[in-house]
């Protein structure tokens, strides 16, 4: 628990948000919009949870943007869906270096066009020196692919006599994913209603706190941002021990 935190004086220590950013679809739909209206306004609650996070000290933020599943939705979609990523990286960096945060893209980012790519290398390693906020942004990201790939990285090594199979444990594992060296998510939000993980992070979510909202994600604000935190601070977390053990302490 960090001292310096200020939400921990009312509770768990809170450093890691995670979020599934759902409903943008059904926003628009709501008002007779197309469904890109929806991910244009949900873009909108993103810079207000930006910017809440950032208030709240909260060490790291990373959030779903994009599936690897998100491949399948109707092509028209996935186009413009690229466009508003291009456009963000473009128009909001800037933003985001001035509050010294640090973006990091974590996914599959072959996929991803030319352009995408330099914008992406080129956010990030504007920010790489900022010492705030760290602002993972999941981009072609799937849990299962990232379990793959470190998994992968390690057989390489052990191939190669740098690793003894016998050397590899959970924190090896740990070590080779996208978000090795941070701490674990402490509190999942999943806005639109739906109630899954929709193969997010999976390997740290293991002992997160989940909280799930029926508002669609334009439409989740500060106040809500908040309600999730404080319901979070309500909780006992007990990583396997008793209640008891806990409050013994
Ligand atoms: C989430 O909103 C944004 C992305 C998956 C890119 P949706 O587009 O899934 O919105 P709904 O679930 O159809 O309402
Ligand atoms: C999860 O939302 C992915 C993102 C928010 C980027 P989906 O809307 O794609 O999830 P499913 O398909 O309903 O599980
Ligand atoms: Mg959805």
Redesign the pocket.
Known sequence: MSADNPTSAKGNALKHVCII???????AKKRFMP?FA??KA?LGALRKVVASCVEEQIEVLTVF???SE?WRRPEKEVGL?MELFATALTREVKKLHEHNIRLRVIGELSAFSDKIRELIDAAVSLTKNNTGMIFNIAANYGGRWDITQAAQQVALKVKSGELEADAVNENVIEEHLSLNGLPEPDLFIRT?GEKRISNFILWQLAYCEFYFTDT??PDFNKKMFIKAIDSFHARQRRFGRTGEQLNEE
């Open positions: 950013m759902d409903g943008n679809g059904r926003w469904r929806g991910h949900g943007a994009f599936s998100n869906l639109g669609l994600w």
